[in-house]
């Protein structure tokens, strides 16, 4: 039997594998009420490094591997901090009957108002504004044309989840139509619902709000690139693997794309030589646009508290792959003593 700090009779146990969060006061004052304890696991001491095991981890920048959940079997929950869960071997998670819980709640204000923001920099070309003054041209403005009103604009989002639709109520009043594709929304006010070839050529400002997976990987790559207007503007303020970065890069440079506004990239933080950080009329943020003071208390906090509530077999409002978990457990093969 694995000896886990709860079969020794002891308070529940959740660790911190990795965040950049400093201390874990916030994760440890969540979960408090569940009398779930909260370790610091980012020294040596940590389940992964030979120390006591976990009862469960919560991770924000580690791969999750089936390998590694093996070489942990006493973990009975895995919370990630953020929304997205690429980083994490959910099928794997599935089979072993470990929840994966994240935290989509914590920052659609956050993430909307800096997509928001960029899109805004982007049409005023505030930006390359800045930049001309810095170099002493004030005068030369005209190297900022074209410049289109926002209000002939469409604006096309490819994904209206929570984040998606509240770029929408604040985008509404500076733009002339909305689209959307999004196969599982339902109606919209004032949105037109469009395939993805309508979303990607209609827009002259496309704006990503989907999660990552096999599906999405390079969504926005050469091809798609190519069913763009080259007067649009991409923004991308959800996973940066959703864009082939290559392409993106490739396509400003030759002018068949006009501007790129992104707060993620392939790879974070980039290389030296990430062709984004030499392509012309691209405005790149360090995957900020989560964060305001209170949207991080709200992540640790919420992902600390959901966690802890697995352990106590407590209602959960965001297990990732609870479907999984329900046909797993639906298929199971009934014991004798079930059947007693």
């Known amino acids: 039997m694995t000896e886990t700090w709860e079969s020794r009779g002891a308070k529940p146990l959740l660790e ?41 981890v919560l991770v924000q920048y580690a791969t999750i591997t089936a390998e590694v959940m093996d070489a942990n079997p006493g973990w009975k929950v895995i919370g990630r901090y953020g929304v997205g869960v690429d980083t994490i071997d959910l099928a794997a998670a599935s089979a072993r009957s470990i929840p994966v819980v994240n935290v989509p ?27 001309l003054v810095r170099r002493g041209e004030w005068a030369d403005w005209a190297q900022l044309r074209p410049i289109a009103p926002l209000s002939a604009a469409t604006l096309s ?43 990607l050529a209609d827009g002259d400002i496309v704006s990503l709000h989907l999660p990552l997976t096999a599906d999405t990987h390079h969504l926005v790559d050469a091809e798609a690139i190519t069913r763009m207007k080259a007067t649009a503007t991409l923004v991308n303020v959800s996973r940066g693997g959703l864009v082939d970065g290559a392409a993106l890069a490739a396509a400003l440079h030759d ?25 012309p009329n691209a405005i790149i943020t360090n995957h900020l646009a989560w964060y305001s003071d209170a949207s991080e208390q709200r992540l640790r906090a919420r992902l600390a508290e959901r966690c802890a509530a697995v352990l106590r077999a407590r209602e ?3 297990i990732v792959n609870r479907a999984a978990l329900d046909r797993a457990a639906a298929s199971a093969p009934v014991t004798a003593l079930e059947h007693s």
């Open 316 to 318: 959960v409002p965001s």
């Open 157 to 199: 989002l490819i994904g209206v989840g929570r984040i998606g639709r509240e770029v929408i109520r604040l985008m509404r009043p500076f733009v002339s139509r909305i689209i959307a594709h999004d196969p599982f929304a339902g109606d919209l006010d004032g949105v037109e619902l469009v395939d993805l070839d309508t979303a």
């Open 16 to 56: 911190v594998l990795d965040s950049s969060y400093g201390d874990v006061e916030v994760e440890s004052a969540a979960a408090a009420p569940a009398a779930v304890e909260v370790r610091d696991a980012r020294a040596e001491h940590g389940s992964l490094n030979g120390g006591t095991l976990a009862d469960g």
């Open 105 to 131: 709640d914590y920052c659609e204000e956050e993430v909307a108002t800096h997509a928001v923001a960029l899109m805004l920099d982007a049409n005023r070309r505030i930006t390359a504004a800045d930049a």
């Open 255 to 279: 002018g068949r794309l006009a501007m790129a506004a992104l707060d993620v990239l392939e790879t974070e933080p980039p290389a030296a030589d990430d062709p984004m950080l030499a392509a």
